[in-house]
């Protein structure tokens, strides 16, 4: 009765491997950042999360508290996106985003600060994108903002097919180190785009 | 005995304008910021404040709220500065800081952390600086990361001279529009640092 089907718990650890990893994936983006500090390739950093403060205690003798403690204070929806920094003195930007649906990444999960914020950026010479993870697949994607823009200025639809990241969208690679490494994509477009441009 | 002395209202008016100006570097670099991005100039902004969250309510029937409160936190030591962004691809970051010393700048106004965070970006090829005002003087200066790191690496004393800003920095320019034009300098920095190098 209590016979163990060797092939049901592997599927089952798969299984559970899949999720967690589905689950992680601004932990994969922080360990793949700090291999990218640590070989002298890049410096990409996640931004705080903005905060509005309403009720701070300032410190007195009387409460013996020796730093200000806030007391009351709520989260923003984000201006700008969670990760940014540079690689060889470019300006990099991105959003990092998972989705449990099989068939599409709704659009709700970018703000639209959020999207002007990538207007703005793309606007100055900046290189941006989405990162955006399909749990269901165990999928990555990088999509540049360009084609971000392309999608949602020709688009009505609140979501964005996972057929147009397999098109349009580069799947990145996972790996032991660095975990997801987008920033071979990166390098590979700086090549591409602005091997010659630049002065 | 009421008699007014046109000159001491005039003084008095001069000094409290003089304060004022004092106290509001962050806010002068923030229209600055504003109206290079009105005139499609760069694209910097300030970063959100790291706060350390200890406490939170999250949302329950009962209660009502519909947010997540955060009930306790703290701020954090900077890991980071406050200002980055971009100006034609390249990426920029900066620390502002205002003292009220007469000969020098006390480094403890700059974090270890903030030190490790612009010295990543001087390797990766970015451009970083100081803003520094001296409100005695109501001057303010661009002290390049590099020229900060030189001082740094070769002295013991625990801050800059104002000399030494007068002599490795550079005044920044108030104007009505915009108040602060750092980017003026960055812009001619740009031409002598990177015209020819960049491929």
Redesign the interface.
């Known amino acids: 009765m209590n016979t163990i089907n060797p092939l049901r718990e592997i599927l089952k650890e798969k299984k559970t491997l899949h999720s967690n990893r589905g689950m992680n994936l601004e932990n994969d983006i922080n360990l793949s950042n700090q291999y990218y500090?640590d070989t002298?390739q890049?410096?990409i950093?996640k931004?705080?999360?903005?905060?509005k403060?309403v009720k701070v205690d300032y410190p007195t003798k009387i409460n013996k508290v020796n730093?200000?403690?806030?007391?009351?204070?709520?989260?923003?929806s984000p201006s700008?996106t969670d990760y940014?920094?540079?690689?060889?003195?470019?300006?990099?930007d991105f959003e990092a985003k998972e989705t449990n649906n099989k068939s599409y990444f709704p659009l709700e999960n970018i703000h639209l600060h959020q999207i002007k914020h990538l207007r703005?950026?793309l606007?100055?010479?900046?290189?941006c994108f989405l990162i955006v993870r399909f749990n269901e697949y165990n999928k990555t994607y990088l999509l540049f903002a360009s084609d971000f823009f392309n999608f949602i200025d020709n688009n009505e639809r609140k979501s964005i097919p996972y057929d147009y990241f397999k098109e349009k969208g580069y799947e990145i690679e996972e790996k032991f180190s660095p975990r997801l490494d987008y920033l071979k994509i990166i390098k590979k477009y700086m090549e591409v785009n602005?091997?010659k441009e630049?002065?």
Do not use: Q
């Open positions: 500090i002298n890049a410096y950093y931004k705080p999360t903005p905060i403060i730093k200000i403690k806030i007391k009351e204070a709520y989260f923003e700008t940014n920094g540079l690689y060889s003195g470019k300006y990099i703005n950026i606007n100055n010479g900046g290189i602005y091997g630049e002065k």
